[in-house]
């Protein structure tokens, strides 16, 4: 069975400061391991995704996450925080089950960005 | 190419009415799922269907909740007769593999 853990609902930075959203998984199979992001009255967007390869995988927006198979984490960083990335980001994991991948969210963690 | 469309956007109906909610996946997406998000909490799995069959309805709430996927193309989400804590934003997402792509979601609030 595959579950997520995101530590923090609610996560404040100041503009041009690093954000770091945390993000820890268990699986007992090998697995695949995404970031979500909501903006206010929209859909789910895909940040990023890890499947197999490189362990430091980049996503749009200058996001990057990196997966530790020792840590079982997949924390989202970005160097320096924008105005527009205030939103909601999922971290989610999903395995082959039945023929289809269900994905398994986190509970989410909403930024804020102040000026 | 076309996104994964939802309709309506946001419904807003009394308890023990029926709603129908509708999702339109990417052409040629085998795999559609359904997902719900009630009251902030985190976003569950309801069902899962390859072309129109259910693979794994293990989500389900329970048998007010009827989802079809008519000639493997869009899918439906009927709730009869709907609770007060059926609340919630109700996504849909289609796949070709392993990667889903998700629609905006339907907004519904029970009253």
């Known amino acids: 069975a595959q579950s997520v853990t995101q530590l923090g609902s609610h996560v404040s930075v100041s503009e041009g400061a690093l954000v770091l959203l945390r993000c820890n998984y268990s699986s007992s199979v090998p697995p695949y391991l995404f970031w979500y992001v909501q903006y206010p009255n929209q859909g789910l967007q895909l940040l990023l995704k890890y499947t197999t390869g490189a362990t430091l995988v980049k996503g749009i927006n200058g996001f990057e996450a990196e997966f530790k198979k020792s840590e079982t984490s997949f924390h989202l960083t970005k160097p320096s925080a924008h105005m527009s990335d205030a939103a909601e980001y999922f971290c989610?994991?999903?395995?082959?089950?039945?023929?289809?991948?269900?994905?398994?969210f986190g509970a989410g963690t909403r930024l804020f960005v102040k000026a | 190419e076309a996104g994964v469309t939802q309709f309506p956007s946001h419904s807003v109906i009394e308890k023990g009415q029926t709603v129908t909610l509708r999702c339109d996946p990417i052409s040629g997406h085998d795999n559609l799922y359904w997902y719900r998000r009630v009251m902030g909490k985190e976003i569950k799995f309801l069902l899962h269907?390859?072309?129109?069959?259910?693979?794994?309805e293990s989500g389900m709430p329970n048998n007010r909740f009827l989802a079809e996927r008519t000639g493997g193309t869009y899918s439906t989400l009927k709730v009869q007769p709907a609770e007060l804590e059926d609340s919630g934003v109700y996504f849909c997402?289609?796949?070709?593999?392993?990667?889903?792509?998700f629609g905006p979601g339907t907004r519904l609030t029970v009253t």
């Open positions: 989610a994991v999903s395995a082959p089950n039945t023929g289809g991948f269900k994905t398994i």
């Open positions: 997402a289609s796949s070709p593999y392993y990667e889903q792509y």
């Open positions: 269907f390859v072309k129109e069959s259910k693979q794994d």
